[in-house]
């Protein structure tokens, strides 16, 4: 994400990363190997740091899980 919105190499790592999970085991093993659609949303770049949330959906339409992600960069 920091290299999209920089156009450059940048160090970064992960601050935190909190991850849920919104199918239970039968819809994860219904869906299998089949792609998925991913969604990213970046949301506030500052002092270096971002944040940004994520989503997992399968075909159908249905959320399978949801994640939030803070990223230190060195600026």
Same mark, same amino acid.
């Given at each position: 994400?920091?290299?999209?919105?920089?156009?450059?190499?940048?160090? /970064? %790592?992960?601050?935190?990363?909190?991850?849920?999970? #919104?199918?239970?085991? /039968?819809?994860? /093993?219904?869906?299998?190997?089949?792609?998925?659609?991913?969604?990213?949303?970046?949301?506030?770049?500052? #002092? %270096?740091?971002?944040?940004?949330?994520?989503?997992?959906?399968?075909?159908? %339409?249905?959320?399978?899980?949801?994640? #939030?992600?803070?990223?230190?960069?060195?600026?």
């Amino acid at each position: 994400r920091i290299f999209v919105r920089r156009r450059r190499p940048v160090p /970064a %790592g992960t601050v935190t990363l909190t991850t849920y999970f #919104h199918a239970d085991a /039968a819809q994860l /093993a219904a869906q299998g190997e089949r792609p998925v659609l991913g969604v990213a949303r970046p949301q506030v770049f500052r #002092h %270096g740091y971002f944040d940004q949330s994520a989503e997992l959906w399968d075909a159908a %339409g249905h959320l399978l899980a949801s994640s #939030h992600q803070m990223v230190y960069y060195r600026e």
